[in-house]
């Protein structure tokens, strides 16, 4: 239904170095492909500043790509006129103005609204703290089963993502490094970055008031020098580096039935 091809976006950075300001280029989304198919709950996981948020909002339109291309149905999204657009994606924001969700019964009111629409996706593209995101990805998951929309849902916690989306993409410094359906995922992680977080959920949200989307981006300049990393951009971290790894780029490639990674051993 959606097809995203070899998506790209970079920011601008003011980066503070002892010779004084610099603006630097930081790549938040690189090259990224994905299918998203009508009717599933997918779900974005990864570390603030991996680029699932900004892919959720390139997806919304709400950002524009630097180059590639999104299409709903074959028609380039930004073709798309505004009237017809607001009829196929919704976006839905759990964060804005809310304090304290009680116990979610506003959340729960304004996404039926939403989904009574019948949009053919609906995109969540508020960054939302680890207490809340349950929350979300519950109502989302009830609101799914009468719907006939999609959802996007980006999340750090690939613990919730396992258990409430139907697709999981696992994404890292601006690319996806596995994708596939999440019982697969979560059977049988291919990624060393996937095992790694099926074992220690590492992320935890803080109480900082400043908005997610501002965060992520600021976790984007704490890793600039990483973005500039050659080969696979996992390879500073990862224990199972080769000189390949180094050299080379890996490309996200099918293993079996539903279930692609970017790796190359
Ligand atoms: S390609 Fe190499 S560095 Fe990257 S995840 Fe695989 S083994 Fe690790």
Redesign the pocket.
């Known amino acids: 239904m959606i097809q995203v091809r070899n998506v790209s976006k970079d920011i601008r950075v003011r980066l503070e170095e002892s010779l004084g300001v610099l603006y630097s280029s930081v790549s938040v989304v690189t090259n990224v492909s994905l299918d998203i198919p009508q009717q599933v709950v997918l779900s974005l996981v990864g570390f603030p500043g991996c680029g699932n948020y900004t892919l959720a909002k390139m997806i919304a339109r709400q950002v524009r790509p630097d180059s590639g291309y999104i299409t709903f149905e074959g028609q380039k999204i930004d073709q798309i006129d505004c009237e017809s657009w607001s009829r196929i994606a919704r976006s839905f924001h759990p964060s804005v103005n809310r304090r304290s969700w009680g116990s979610g019964d506003e959340l729960k009111s304004e996404l039926t609204k939403i989904v009574e629409a019948n949009p053919r996706i609906v995109v969540c593209s508020d960054t939302i703290s680890a207490h809340d995101q349950e929350t979300v990805f519950r109502l989302i998951t009830e609101a799914h089963i009468t719907s006939n929309s999609a959802f996007l849902v980006p999340t750090d916690s690939l613990d919730l993502a396992m258990r409430y989306a139907e697709i999981t993409a696992v994404m890292w410094m601006g690319t996806i490094?596995e994708l596939g359906r999440s019982s697969k995922v979560e059977r049988y992680p291919l990624?060393?970055?996937t095992k790694a977080m099926s074992t220690v959920e590492h992320y935890s949200a803080d109480s900082n008031d400043r908005s997610s989307w501002e965060r992520a981006l600021a976790q984007c300049v704490a890793n600039a020098a990483h973005f500039k990393v050659k080969g696979?951009r996992?390879?500073p971290v990862?224990p199972?580096?080769?000189l390949?790894?180094i050299e080379k780029e890996?490309v996200l490639s099918q293993v079996e039935d539903e279930h692609w990674v970017?790796?190359?051993?």
Do not use: G, M, Q
Request: charged fraction near 5%.
């Open positions: 490094l990624s060393p970055f696979c996992y390879h990862c199972f580096a080769k390949i790894c890996p970017s790796c190359h051993i």
